[in-house]
């Protein structure tokens, strides 16, 4: 099973013109036939007028056929994709290919999302999932985590998790909750040396988006 990570920068305004667009002209030619929606979400922090989009395919030759053949559809051609380019403005592209580590947990929605990259050392990754999956129970007494991928393409050396927060104040008080706990510490300090630099994203979901 391969996942991809799909980034989209949209002119100021477009995002929410996409999440439109997809939630109802994009989901209405692809469905489920061209890749599994997991997620779509847009940016609520750092680079605003993004969507961050997540699909489930077999592998990568099975996706590079759907991918062909959703390109020669069309409605996709004719309909979904001038409101992305044209109306919505979209500025720049971004993919990841994600290898899943368990399975995905479907929180009860509505939800704030939090995405959270890390780049580590070069063959540091089994090192970090040995140590962050060990330590799970304790980070998860405090909220739950959704999702964990090792980066395949195009940067190997990555982790990314995904966590699903109430709000935005529910997310405050875990992180302060978690900096106290000394267990979960411990964890984070042996993982430190391992890294190399730490990214996140808050999320909040579309209307159409698997995970509310």
Do not use: C
Request: charged share 25%; aromatic share 10%; hydrophobic share 40%.
């Amino acid at each position: 099973m391969l996942h991809e990570l799909r980034i989209y920068t949209f002119k100021a305004g477009g995002a929410a013109i996409a999440a439109k667009a997809a939630a109802t002209i994009g989901k209405d030619i692809r469905g489920d036939n061209y890749g599994k929606l997991v997620g779509y979400w847009n940016a609520e922090t750092g680079t605003l007028n993004q969507a961050f989009h997540i699909w489930e395919h077999e592998g990568y030759e099975k996706r590079k056929q759907l991918r062909a053949e959703m390109g020669k559809l069309p409605r996709w051609v004719n309909e979904y994709v001038p409101v992305i380019q044209g109306e919505a403005g979209l500025l720049h592209q971004q993919i990841k290919f994600l290898n899943p580590v368990g399975e995905i947990k479907t929180p009860a929605g509505p939800n704030l999302y939090e995405l959270r990259t890390y780049r580590l050392k070069p063959g540091a990754v089994g090192q970090w999932i040995t140590n962050f999956t060990a330590a799970l129970p304790v980070r998860e007494k405090y909220s739950p985590l959704v999702a964990l991928w090792t980066g395949e393409a195009g940067q190997p050396n990555e982790v990314v998790h995904l966590w699903s927060y109430k709000s935005f104040e529910e997310r405050m008080k875990v992180r302060d909750a978690v900096s106290a706990d000394k267990d979960w510490q411990a964890t984070v300090q042996k993982s430190r040396p391992l890294l190399e630099a730490q990214e996140n994203v808050l999320l909040l979901p579309s209307s159409h988006s698997p995970l509310k």
